[in-house]
């Protein structure tokens, strides 16, 4: 079984390599998405001011991520699920579920009540696994991203 623990800055490269290599296994290493955010390399320093990112590690190995960030602009009441990738030996264990459950169970903690994502079709594996845990489409962005390329936006109230 693997450890969640929070985002430092030991596990940045390694988060940053299961991000842009996921995307780039689905085609989705599309300007405006995530694989070009500059904060994509440093997580540590961006969760340290806000938000919460956990790590999914295995006898040392850093096998995904996942958390939520206040984007700026969102509805009040809502944080964004944010960077929530698996390396492909870590899929179809459950560890997706337990990751989202976290941040969930962490940013309802916090006072959120409501979970917002933005995604991309070519991630359809994540979409399903978003619609399973109870996230809703809807119509438009939400909040300053500033992923661009992003075109499914879901919600979820926690």
């Not at 994509?40 to 340290?48: E, G, I, P, Q, R």
């Amino acid at each position: 079984m693997a450890d969640l623990v929070p985002i430092q800055p030991q596990y940045n490269a390694a988060i940053a390599a299961i991000i842009r290599n996921s995307l780039a296994e689905f085609g989705a290493n599309l300007p405006g998405t995530v694989y070009f955010d500059p904060t994509t390399d440093d997580l540590a320093s961006l969760f340290a001011t806000a938000g919460k990112y956990w790590v999914l590690v295995q006898n040392g190995e850093v096998l995904g991520g996942g958390g939520w960030y206040p984007t700026p602009g969102l509805p009040d009441g809502y944080a964004e699920l944010v960077k929530l990738y698996l390396a492909p030996k870590a899929r179809g264990l459950g560890y997706g579920k337990l990751l989202m459950n976290k941040v969930a169970h962490d940013a309802l903690n916090t006072g959120y009540t409501q979970l917002y994502l933005e995604s991309l079709p070519q991630l359809h594996q994540a979409v399903k696994l978003y619609t399973q845990q109870g996230y809703t489409a809807i119509d438009a962005a939400l909040g300053e991203s500033g992923h661009f390329g992003c075109t499914i936006f879901m919600i979820k109230k926690l």
